[in-house]
Each structure stands twice: as structure tokens, then as C-alpha cells.
């Protein structure tokens, strides 16, 4: 059974730092994808950033490009979300989610397969003050 933890939300002030955890149990990587989301209040869940175990990509969504960088370790199956330049509009509650994904997909079709399909954590608050 897929099982994920996040962990690493705070706050912090615009132009600051955070990096995320999501600690990954039940299943192996090798055809899953994990993905980060984020929900803020009366907003829909959007997908921010994603990396495929299948073909080794990563992918963001253009809000975060240049500020936010995902990474795993494979070995402690944790997936991070290093994220710099943190704006007031970045605040929300983080989620991972794992799904099984074929490989090659588009950054918008690995974010809804996993956002539709995906195994779900319960979420990490950020905030960013201005």
C-alpha cells in the first residue's frame, strides 16, 4: 500500500527558503511517478512540480521554473521540493502523490495522471509573509 509523509512546510518571508519531504513506503519507484501539489484557501489544487521514475525527467509547472527544484534519494525514498524565492503567492498546503505513469509523458499530462490516479499524503503548510 502506497504510503507518503510530508514534512518541512513552515513559515517563512518572501525571498526566503524551504525544502520539502516526502517520505515515500509500499511500493517501489521504478514505474511511479511523485508529484507535488499545492491547495491554497478557496483555490483549486494545482500540480507544481513532478519527477517520473520511469524516464528520469523532472517537470514544473511555469509559476515555479528557476525558484523550486525537486529531487529524490532513492535509497531513504524521499522526494524534496528545494524551494528559494518563496513569494506570498506560494502559500498554500503542499501534497506529494505517487502514481504509476508511463513514461515520456508532458508535464501537464504527468501532473493530471497523478493528481487523477495518485495515492495522497495529507499535506504541509507553507506560508510566505510579504
Known amino acids: 500500500e502506497v504510503h507518503l509523509v510530508e514534512s518541512g512546510g513552515g513559515l517563512v518571508q518572501a525571498g526566503g527558503s524551504l525544502r520539502l519531504s516526502c517520505a515515500a513506503s509500499?511500493?517501489?519507484?521504478?514505474?511511479?511517478?511523485i508529484g507535488w501539489f499545492r491547495q491554497a484557501p478557496g483555490k483549486e489544487r494545482e500540480g507544481v512540480s513532478a519527477i517520473s521514475f520511469t524516464d528520469g525527467n523532472t517537470h514544473y509547472t511555469d509559476s515555479v521554473k528557476g525558484r523550486f527544484t525537486i529531487f529524490s534519494d532513492n535509497v531513504k525514498k524521499t522526494v524534496y521540493l528545494q524551494m528559494n524565492n518563496l513569494k506570498p503567492e506560494d502559500t498554500a498546503v503542499y501534497y506529494c502523490?505517487?502514481?504509476?505513469?508511463?513514461?515520456?509523458?508532458?508535464?501537464?499530462?504527468?501532473?493530471?495522471?497523478?493528481?487523477?490516479?495518485?495515492?495522497w499524503g495529507r499535506g504541509t503548510p507553507v506560508t510566505v509573509s510579504s
Open positions: 502523490a505517487a502514481a504509476r505513469v508511463l513514461a515520456d509523458l508532458s508535464t501537464y499530462h504527468l501532473l493530471n495522471t497523478i493528481k487523477v490516479l495518485g495515492s
Open positions: 509500499g511500493f517501489t519507484f521504478d514505474d511511479y511517478a
